[in-house]
């Protein structure tokens, strides 16, 4: 089992109340990006791009605590920029998990073990390491040698410690199954609890925009994966459904509303990946924003799209809504992956 009983359970039942009151719309992760500063340049990100003014400031613990209790979502994906950078991450850290929100802080990790002495492990507290790939892969994309090193032996450290470990990967043009299979059997090895994986989304301030995989690439890669994976023992921080989703298995509109993003400039419309302005308050995000505009035939930016934030609260809530079919993939998942 990759995601704790005590989380399912939770999501699960707020899924639920949501639903009996009809409500339409509700978030299921907060996207907090406390700041855009960043100590890599990689390639398939445009955070790093904004003015040094920008990238020097930060939100503060009020800021953040006071995003979470706004927006009511049970989980808060802690991202930027490298938050670690972030001088009050471990009491931003430690005021959300006070609150029971599950807390994901997504890291490159090159700062985790200088900063691993302010963190203490808990079952609402889960370290999300970033890497893309194998070693030569993953410093190629990131732009920097050894920073793949760095992140397994701060893995290696975060489970020798008792900490909860997930790994964030975004596979790009050139990434091939094989290699692939190879580098989730390692991850595997190093005893994290779960694999986070997406295909990447074309940022127009990425630095690289010629490694896109498009929506047939995406499903023919990750199809092929899963079927090179059937039998082994991956364990993956998604919905089975949501994996059937990356293969082709199955057709989903996004859920921009279901992961909302808070950073310094405010509420983002409409989405972590899209920038079409700011709300002042997650009230004013939910209410004035023209959702209709938004998705694949659409808006012509979401046409490659199959990122989890986008997608994966469409796979919980379709699992939610017609629990025999998601039983079904349960029993026959994609490749013979695990959930």
């Known amino acids: 089992m990759s995601i704790p009983l005590i989380q399912k359970t939770r999501i699960g ?9 009809r409500r339409r719309r509700f978030p ?35 800021e ?6 706004e927006c009511r979502a049970p989980i808060v994906s802690i991202a930027g920029g490298e938050p670690l950078l972030h001088p009050d991450a471990p009491r931003i850290v430690r005021e959300l998990t006070r609150r029971k929100k599950f807390v994901y802080l997504c890291t490159n990790a090159q700062l985790v073990a200088r900063r691993l002495e302010e963190f203490e492990p808990s079952a609402y507290f889960t370290f999300n390491i970033h890497l893309d790939g ?12 050894g920073v793949y090193d760095r992140a397994v032996d ?5 489970v020798a410690q008792g900490f909860r470990v997930t790994t964030n990967t975004t596979f790009f043009g050139g990434e091939t199954p094989e290699t692939a299979s190879r580098f989730f059997d390692f991850l595997t090895s190093l005893g994290v609890e779960g694999l986070t994986v997406a295909p990447g989304f074309s940022y127009e301030t990425a630095a690289d925009q010629d490694h896109f995989l498009g929506r047939d690439g995406s499903q023919g890669l990750f199809r092929r994966i899963f079927e090179i994976g059937r039998g082994r023992n991956w364990r993956f921080n998604h919905s ?10 199955r057709n989903y509109a996004c859920t921009p509303w279901g992961n909302p993003t808070r950073s310094l400039f405010g509420w983002q419309r409409p989405c972590y990946l899209i920038n079409d302005g700011y709300a002042a308050t997650y009230r004013e995000l939910m209410e004035t924003t023209d959702w209709s505009r938004y998705g694949v035939g659409r808006d012509p930016r979401c046409a490659d799209c ?10 919980v809530l379709d699992a939610v809504k017609n629990p025999l079919e998601a039983l079904k993939i349960n029993l026959r998942p994609p490749g013979g992956m695990q959930a």
């Open 13 to 21: 039942l707020y899924i639920i109340r949501q639903m009996l009151a």
């Open 28 to 62: 299921l992760v907060l996207m907090l990006e406390p700041l855009f500063r960043c100590n890599l340049r990689c390639k398939g990100c445009g955070k790093i791009a904004l003015s040094n003014d920008l990238l020097n400031r930060h939100l503060s613990i009020a």
């Open 64 to 69: 953040c605590v006071d995003a979470a209790e």
């Open 134 to 145: 194998l070693r030569e892969r993953h410093d190629a994309l990131v732009g920097r040698q």
């Open 154 to 158: 701060a893995i290696r450290l975060l």
């Open 240 to 249: 089975r459904l949501y994996l059937d989703f990356l293969a082709g298995g």
């Open 306 to 315: 199959m990122v989890h934030c986008g997608f994966e609260a469409t796979a």
